[in-house]
């Protein structure tokens, strides 16, 4: 029977640095409505390019900064975790940018994609989605086995300063952010992005890369 997931890892040795892009399948994305529970998406439709950033998306910079580096990223990726900091730098370093964050948890693969995002989401709730971003990938080999987080991600979370933990965790149970994370998914799957993460710049993919490189090609689409 042929598998309904694949997992391919593209392994680019970049200056003797590995890069890792989790990738999927056709197959996996056509089946991805008839295995998920949380999610209505019925409304994939084919895109040539990531909507807008507007006031719902989880941005860091200026949000009225001229240029935009977009990301599609799964908190429980293996190749997420180790670009998310060059993807922050990157940002910082590209002249009038801003950074957006949107959701593309890969559920058939990673049990417990769907559970981080809405514990980021959550935090961010509180004002703390970045801090809540960061810690999330910095301990990602710790929760992504456990057969239920919901613990482990309110410790991150007092850590990361969220307030009230109770909230917290009635807002991942409760699946307060169910229809954001959904927007962002289906808006991942009409782009067919073929893995995570998934790097646009104003619009234009990006491979994902050493900084260096990233820089040298966002720089070609550049709004000054």
Not at 97 to 125: C, D, M, W
Not at 151 to 177: C, H, M, P
Request: net charge neutral.
């Amino acid at each position: 029977m042929k598998k309904i997931i694949t997992i391919a890892i593209v392994v680019l040795l970049v200056l003797g640095f590995g890069f890792f892009l989790f990738k999927i399948s056709p197959e996996q994305q056509q089946t991805q409505s008839q295995t998920t529970e949380d999610f209505d998406l019925s409304g994939v439709k084919k895109l040539s390019e990531p909507a807008l950033a507007t006031a719902e998306d989880r941005t860091l910079g200026n949000v009225s900064a001229k240029n935009t580096l977009l990301v599609y990223e799964d908190y429980q990726c293996p190749a997420c975790a180790l670009a998310a900091d060059t993807l922050k730098q990157l940002s910082q370093q590209l002249p009038d940018t801003k950074f957006v964050f949107r959701n593309f948890p890969l559920y058939q693969i990673h049990k417990n994609a769907i559970v981080s995002a809405y514990a980021a989401e959550s935090a961010g709730e509180q004002g703390k989605y970045w801090e809540m971003h960061d810690l999330l990938y910095k301990n990602q080999k710790d929760w992504s086995s456990l057969a239920n987080p919901l613990d482990y991600f309110a410790r991150l979370a007092s850590q990361a300063g969220v307030i009230n933990l109770e909230q917290f965790k009635t807002d991942i149970t409760s699946k307060r952010f169910k229809n954001k994370i959904q927007k962002d998914l289906v808006e991942a799957l009409g782009l067919s992005i073929p893995g995570t993460p998934a790097i646009y710049f104003n619009g234009k993919v990006i491979a994902n890369n050493s900084l260096e490189n990233m820089k040298k090609e966002a720089e070609q689409y550049v709004v000054k």
